[in-house]
C-alpha cells in the first residue's frame, strides 16, 4: 500500500452514529494506548478503549481511561474515541439486573467522547429482563448514550428476533459484544440472528470483534470494533479458565478473512511458500508474506499492526464497492467467496486438514439474494 492510500478511512456502512468519523474502530486495553493511538493515526480506525478487567478498582477504572483518552486526543487528534467499562467479564462480572451508572457516563462527557456508553452487566442466556433493564437505563441517561449489551450467545442464536424487538422499543443505540469460548459467528447461526439484530432501525454497533466486524459493516451496523488480541475479539464464559491467559501469537490472514495461530500459518507455508494467500500488502507487509511477523522484535506488535492496518485496507476497498453500486451485503459475499477459495487451495496443496472459517459460509447463506433464491 502505498501513502496515497493511508489516511482518513471512509465509511463503510450505509448507517452512521452522528459525531463519529468512521465506522471501523480497533478495541484494545487502555493500557496499549501508545500502539493503538499510533495505529489509528497511522491507519484512520478509531478507537474502544476497554478499562482493565483485573482492575474492578473504580479509581483505577477512571484513572487508567482518563489517561487513555488524554493521550490519544494529542497523538491522534482525529480519531474517534469510545471507552469500554468492561464489567461484564471475569468471574466476578457485574450481572445486567445491576443498574449502569450516571457517573461513568458524566465521566465520558467531561472528557469529551461524541459518545457515551453504559458500564452495563452481563445479560446471560434466556435472562430476557437483563437487556430491557440495561435499555431503559441508558434511556434516561440523555442525548448521545450507547447502551452497552454484552450478551450470551444465544442472543444470537435463539433470540435475535426479540433482542431486536427491545432495541427498537426503546429506541437507544446499542454496542453488542458476545460472550464465547471461541469465535462466536463461527456458531450455526449467529450470523443470521446478527442479520436480524441489524434490521432494527436504532443504530447498533458490534464490538470485541474479529474480520466479523466487516460483515456487520456490509449489512448496516453503525460502527464496529475488531480486537487487538483475541481476549478483545468476543469475551470468554465465567467458567472458561482461559479467560486472562496470555493469548498465543495469532494475526490475520486477510485473504482468507480470518485470524489464524502463527504455528498454523508457519506449517502451512513452509508446504508452498508461493501461495498468493500469504502475501499482504498493507503499509506492513509492504507486498510481503506474513513470516516477518513472528521475526519481529515484537512480535505482538506486530501482528497487531499488520492485522488492523490489512483490515482497515479490506474495508476501504469495500467502501469503494458499495460506494460503485454494489450493495453491502453482495460486497461482503464476494469477499468471503474468495477467501473460501483461498482456503480450498491451502487445503489442497498444503495441508488437507485446513478449512475456511465456518462463519464465512454463513455469510454467504445470509446474503439477501441467496435466502430468496
Ligand atoms: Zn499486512
Redesign the pocket.
Given at each position: 500500500m502505498t501513502e496515497a492510500n493511508i489516511g482518513p478511512l471512509r465509511q463503510i456502512s450505509v448507517r452512521s452514529l452522528p459525531g463519529l468519523r468512521t465506522d471501523l474502530l480497533v478495541q484494545a486495553d487502555c493500557g496499549r494506548q501508545d500502539a493503538t493511538a499510533s495505529l489509528a493515526h497511522t491507519t484512520g480506525v478509531g478507537v474502544v478503549y476497554s478499562a482493565n478487567s483485573r482492575r474492578r478498582s473504580r479509581r483505577k477504572r477512571y484513572t487508567e481511561c482518563a489517561a487513555a483518552i488524554h493521550f490519544t486526543q494529542k497523538r491522534a487528534p482525529l480519531a474517534d474515541v469510545l471507552v469500554d467499562a468492561n464489567l461484564y467479564t471475569g468471574s466476578t462480572r457485574k450481572p445486567a439486573d445491576q443498574q449502569p451508572t450516571q457517573d461513568w457516563i458524566t465521566f465520558q462527557r467531561h472528557h469529551r467522547l461524541p459518545w457515551a456508553m453504559t458500564d452495563s452487566g452481563y445479560c446471560a442466556a434466556s435472562d430476557t429482563t437483563g437487556p430491557i433493564a440495561i435499555l431503559s437505563a441508558a434511556g434516561r441517561m440523555g442525548d448521545h448514550v450507547i447502551a452497552a449489551l454484552p450478551v450470551a450467545s444465544s442472543w444470537l442464536t435463539e433470540d435475535a428476533s426479540t433482542l431486536r424487538d427491545a432495541i427498537d422499543k426503546y429506541g437507544v443505540p446499542v454496542a453488542l459484544m458476545i460472550e464465547d469460548e471461541a469465535d462466536p459467528f463461527d456458531r450455526r447461526g449467529a450470523v443470521s440472528g446478527l442479520v436480524e439484530i441489524l434490521r432494527a432501525d436504532t443504530p447498533v454497533l458490534l464490538l470485541r470483534s474479529d474480520t466479523a466486524a466487516l460483515g456487520a459493516l456490509a449489512y448496516g451496523a453503525a460502527a464496529a470494533a475488531i480486537g487487538v488480541t483475541s481476549t478483545y475479539r468476543h469475551f470468554y464464559p465465567k467458567a472458561d479458565n482461559s479467560f486472562g491467559r496470555e493469548p498465543q501469537l495469532s494475526f490475520l490472514i486477510?485473504a482468507l478473512l480470518g485470524y489464524y495461530l502463527n504455528r498454523r500459518f508457519e506449517n502451512a507455508f513452509r508446504v508452498d511458500p508461493t501461495l498468493d494467500a500469504w502475501r499482504?500488502?498493507?503499509h506492513?507487509?509492504n507486498g510481503n508474506n506474513?513470516t516477518w511477523i513472528a521475526n519481529h522484535v515484537d512480535p505482538s506488535g506486530a501482528a497487531f499492526q499488520?492485522s488492523v492496518?490489512?483490515l482497515s485496507a479490506i474495508g476501504q476497498e469495500l467502501a469503494g464497492v458499495i460506494r460503485a453500486g454494489v450493495s453491502g451485503p453482495s460486497a461482503w459475499t464476494r469477499r468471503c467467496l474468495e477467501a473460501c477459495g483461498h482456503s480450498n487451495t491451502i487445503r489442497t496443496e498444503c495441508d488437507e486438514t485446513w478449512r475456511a472459517k465456518k462463519s464465512l459460509a454463513e455469510w454467504v447463506r445470509s446474503e439477501p439474494s441467496n435466502v430468496t433464491g
Open positions: 486477510p499482504c500488502d498493507c506492513y507487509c506474513l499488520h492496518a490489512a
